[in-house]
């Protein structure tokens, strides 16, 4: 079975320090891979996917870059982290044409 | 521009009634809809899919209908359970099959 997992769990950073989440996908090939970010209370937001290594399509413009280093491998990072980066990270993977499935998520908090 | 809009006010409701969320979205020719749940601190969980030429899909105590020509999907949470208390989000994704949009989620409350 397919499993999607998601480090680190929680995290604080102080403003414009680096930043790197990864991503981890087992049991499949070349999924779809997508980063979303939920501030509090609200939907999940885009804000990059992959269809194959080294192919990102970036939906927001910010300080936030995602790589595709390996097939089942997917890398968000900022080079200098913002007040208004904090929130909860979400990676998911899919076959294309297909449900999306959810890591367990990563909780930033920017101070 | 495409949008998706849930009902952003709690839905509160007593055990074994029937809940029902909507979903609307403008500017959108979606392939199909999705419904997902998710509990406060965890990712979304999938639980239905419907595609453009079905009304309706059940799974259990769920049922999902599909009206492409009022651009609205309903989602009902038949028998409910305490257990059901949840953010339940829906998801449109266009036919290129990449991306899903997400509306900004429906919370409900089931009290015993």
């Known amino acids: 079975s397919q499993t999607i997992h998601q480090w680190p769990a929680t995290l604080v950073q102080p403003v414009g320090s680096p930043l790197s989440l990864e991503c981890t996908v087992e049991?499949?090939?070349?999924?779809?891979l997508y980063w979303y970010r939920q501030a509090a209370g609200r939907g999940l937001q885009l804000l990059f996917y992959?269809?194959?290594?080294?192919?990102i399509s970036s939906e927001v413009p910010q300080n936030l870059s995602a790589s595709r280093p390996q097939d089942r491998q997917f890398i968000l990072s900022s080079k200098k982290l913002l007040l208004s980066d904090s929130g909860f990270y979400l990676c998911a993977w899919s076959v294309p044409g297909d449900t999306q499935y959810f890591g367990p998520g990563t909780r930033l908090t920017v101070l | 521009s495409q949008k998706i809009e849930q009902n952003s006010e709690a839905l509160n409701i007593q055990e074994g009634k029937t809940a029902t969320l909507t979903c609307n979205y403008t500017n959108y020719s979606p392939a199909y809809l999705q419904w997902y749940r998710q509990d406060p601190g965890r990712g979304p969980v999938f639980l239905l899919l419907i595609r453009e030429n079905e009304k309706e899909k059940r799974k259990e105590r769920l049922k999902v209908t599909f009206d492409t020509t009022l651009k609205q999907s309903l989602f009902h949470i038949t028998a409910s359970q305490p257990a059901d208390s949840a953010t339940y989000l829906c998801?449109?994704?266009?036919?290129?099959?990449?991306?899903?949009?997400f509306g900004g989620g429906t919370r409900v409350l089931v009290k015993p």
């Open positions: 998801a449109l994704e266009g036919a290129a099959g990449n991306k899903l949009t």
């Open positions: 992959s269809v194959g290594i080294g192919q």
């Open positions: 049991g499949t090939s070349n999924p779809n």
